[in-house]
């Protein structure tokens, strides 16, 4: 069901310099209640400019899982524990999704 009036949930995408890094942090944020849950996919590859130098690094993406309560925490506390200067931190709403599955996030929070 998509509920466009109102978003409740939002998945938030966060780079990493390593999967280690990524584990470390995402068991922080599930134990500390600021999200439900991590979905971790090590060694992606990223292409981007950084102080005018082309980089090539192989990274670990985590997407998030949690509530319109908790996202600004979430966000804040992300940037505290990271290690890069200007972590790459994306907030994307959920439009809807299994309603079960959305009801276990709720739950979990």
Same mark, same amino acid.
């Given at each position: 069901?998509?509920?466009?009036?109102?978003?409740?949930?939002?998945? $938030? %995408?966060?780079?990493?310099?390593?999967?280690?890094?990524? $584990?470390?942090?995402?068991?922080?944020? $599930?134990?500390? #209640?600021?999200?439900?849950?991590?979905?971790?996919?090590? @060694?992606?590859?990223?292409? %981007?400019? +950084?102080? /005018?130098?082309?980089?090539? $690094?192989?990274?670990?993406?985590?997407?998030?899982?949690?509530?319109?309560? @908790? *996202?600004? @925490?979430?966000?804040?506390?992300?940037?505290?524990?990271?290690? %890069?200067?200007?972590?790459?931190?994306?907030?994307?709403? *959920?439009? #809807? /999704?299994?309603? /079960?599955?959305?009801? +276990?996030?709720?739950?979990?929070?």
């Amino acid at each position: 069901m998509i509920q466009t009036n109102s978003i409740e949930f939002y998945s $938030v %995408y966060v780079t990493f310099s390593n999967e280690e890094e990524a $584990v470390k942090i995402s068991n922080q944020l $599930v134990s500390e #209640g600021l999200a439900a849950c991590a979905n971790i996919m090590p @060694k992606i590859s990223s292409v %981007y400019l +950084w102080e /005018g130098k082309l980089q090539n $690094v192989s990274e670990t993406l985590a997407f998030y899982k949690t509530n319109v309560n @908790k *996202i600004e @925490k979430l966000q804040s506390r992300t940037k505290e524990l990271h290690s %890069y200067e200007t972590p790459c931190i994306l907030i994307l709403p *959920i439009f #809807g /999704g299994e309603p /079960g599955y959305l009801d +276990w996030v709720r739950n979990s929070l």
